[in-house]
């Protein structure tokens, strides 16, 4: 499996990298170990975790996923995987964080408490990743930038990343960094998929010229670009299922971002290009995003043993030009399907 630097930093990863917030709700913990083990002898040495998983976060749960990594991590070699997590921060409006009050600010003491209390989930003494899971755009970014910079100087993390950010707050805090001579982001996690292209926009010129990686999360559009929701499929035990059929309010809204038409019938255009490579949509949508120069790592969650053996052939994947061409009609077709009228926007 090829490997890319994140960012600036001196770690090195996986093009694959493994995310966990189905662990300890829709997969319990054999399943999840079962999962890790399989990732790990495909050669994946990247796993994505946060304080907040899994998802949808509960006050019951928050925490439990980095438990079930930290219980399968401690029997491993350490030094072998480069493990990730995050810090919630507020939200950015969809949710209310299910601790400190229902509200989480990305201060230093909140950020440095966060850190510790993830690696004693964990059972290690450091992380080689720590996200921002959501901007804070109210406090002031030297605030934020100086408690990951404690955590750096105290050896608790190698590197630092935000996740949920636009543009413009990655370049503040870059900026800021390099005022104020504080560590940096090396990494943005944002949502990227074939169904979701905003990041080739502005952020990817920001990745580009600041050095810094993309990290996509959802490169499967939530389940979507497997195309188990075609045909107005709601297959048991899917997240939007759950979320299309009794869902809160604000679950129900992002359920039909993710599930309307525009993003199904994307879906029904990319079969024939997949079948015609002998492959299926989903390990073609993980090929495309690989293949982007300021994506390192794509992110690829699983429930099963047998989900994530779907997605692994991808790894082997190049998509030749022809085939980027025939995708990219398909965008210029239907553009952003999970928004209403087509735009762009990060």
Not at 13 to 32: I, K, R
Not at 160 to 183: D, P, Q
Not at 281 to 292: E, I, N
């Amino acid at each position: 499996m090829n490997r890319k630097r994140l960012g600036r930093s001196g770690l090195v990863v996986t093009e694959l990298c493994l995310g966990t917030m189905t662990f300890g709700l829709q997969a319990d913990e054999p399943a999840s170990f079962a999962i890790m083990d399989r990732a790990a002898e495909a050669g994946i040495d990247f796993f994505d975790t946060a304080e907040l998983y899994p998802v949808p976060p509960s006050g019951q749960l928050f925490g439990v996923t980095e438990e079930i990594v930290g219980r399968w991590l401690k029997a491993k070699p350490r030094g072998q995987f480069i493990i990730a997590s995050k810090i919630t921060g507020p939200g950015h409006g969809w949710f209310r964080p299910p601790v400190r009050g229902g509200f989480t600010t990305l201060d230093r003491h909140q950020i440095v408490k966060a850190c510790e209390d993830s690696l004693r989930r964990l059972q290690t003494d450091y992380l080689d990743l720590y996200q921002t899971h959501w901007p804070d755009h109210g406090m002031r970014p030297e605030e934020t930038m100086e408690g990951l910079t404690a955590l750096v100087k105290q050896g608790k993390v190698r590197a630092v990343g935000c996740s949920n950010e636009t543009s413009w707050g990655l370049m503040k805090s870059l900026w800021t960094s390099e005022k104020h001579g504080l560590a940096r982001h090396d990494t943005v996690q944002n949502n990227f998929s074939l169904i979701n292209r905003r990041c080739e926009s502005e952020l990817a010129q920001v990745c580009r010229r600041e050095g810094v990686s993309l990290l996509p999360y959802s490169p499967l559009g939530g389940g979507v670009l497997t195309g188990k929701y075609q045909a107005g499929a709601l297959p048991a035990g899917a997240r939007f299922s759950d979320y299309l059929s009794h869902g809160a309010p604000r679950q129900l809204n992002m359920a039909r971002r993710f599930v309307n038409e525009r993003s199904l019938e994307t879906v029904a255009r990319l079969h024939p290009i997949a079948q015609d490579l002998g492959i299926s949509v989903a390990v073609l949508a993980l090929a495309w995003s690989k293949q982007h120069d300021f994506v390192a790592s794509t992110i690829v969650g699983a429930t099963t043993v047998a989900q994530l053996e779907e997605t692994l052939p991808a790894a082997e994947v190049v998509l030749d030009a022809a085939t980027l061409a025939r995708i990219d009609a398909i965008d210029a077709a239907i553009p952003c399907p999970m928004t209403e009228d087509g735009l762009r926007r990060l």
